[in-house]
């Protein structure tokens, strides 16, 4: 899994390079992309022995920045107890940046990086757990981004996020949704730069 994220890494600092070298003048916030999605965790590990990991939507907010393109992404999730005092709901809140290339006139690629906190709010206390648990998470992830009409999108998603407990738990995902591009109002684009 290590190499899979160094991969990434080493994808993610070539399209950087490339995209810096021959990428057309970039207008930050001048556009938002509004995406929701839904996402399956596509991996087994011990993290699965305890809880059962469910379907999760996922809301993100991208916009154009001075290299690459600035997120916000939002991702809850359900977690059913299998050998565990409780279940769990997930909500992944983070910042993110991503980098890619037009790869046809209406297909583009991206590599990118999401960095925040993951809040699980289980379903019960019990005396050896608590209700509420914040924790530092991180994802990497590769995106299709397919416009089939003006401003609408479709995207596809394979993302690796690692939450750092005192045991990782790494979870993959994968995703599917939608995304609508709109124009930025002249006061958010002059507020933002």
């Avoid at 070539?14 to 929701?36: E, I, K, M, N, W």
């Avoid at 996402?39 to 990991?53: K, M, P, S, T």
């Avoid at 991503?98 to 206390?125: C, K, M, P, T, Y």
């Amino acid at each position: 899994m290590r190499a899979g994220i160094l991969s990434i890494l080493a994808i993610l600092l070539y399209t950087s390079r490339l995209c810096a070298q021959t990428a057309a003048p970039v207008h930050p916030f001048a556009t938002l992309d509004v995406g929701v999605y839904g996402a399956l965790n596509v991996n087994r590990n011990e993290f699965h022995n305890y809880w059962d990991d469910g379907a999760a939507g996922a809301i993100d907010f991208v916009t154009p920045f001075y290299l690459g393109r600035a997120s916000l992404l939002v991702r809850v999730g359900a977690h059913d107890a299998i050998d565990a005092a409780s279940g769990f709901t997930s909500v992944f809140g983070a910042l993110g940046w991503r980098v890619g290339r037009q790869l046809q006139s209406h297909l583009r690629a991206d590599v990118g990086l999401h960095a925040g906190l993951v809040n699980w709010i289980f379903d019960q206390e019990s005396e050896s757990s608590v209700k509420y648990e914040l924790e530092v998470a991180s994802e990497a992830g590769v995106r299709a981004d397919f416009e089939f009409a003006e401003r609408w999108h479709a995207i596809v998603e394979g993302s690796y996020q690692i939450t750092f407990t005192h045991q990782r738990i790494e979870l993959a995902y994968v995703s599917f949704g939608f995304a609508r591009t709109f124009g930025a109002p002249r006061w958010i684009r002059s507020g933002l730069q």
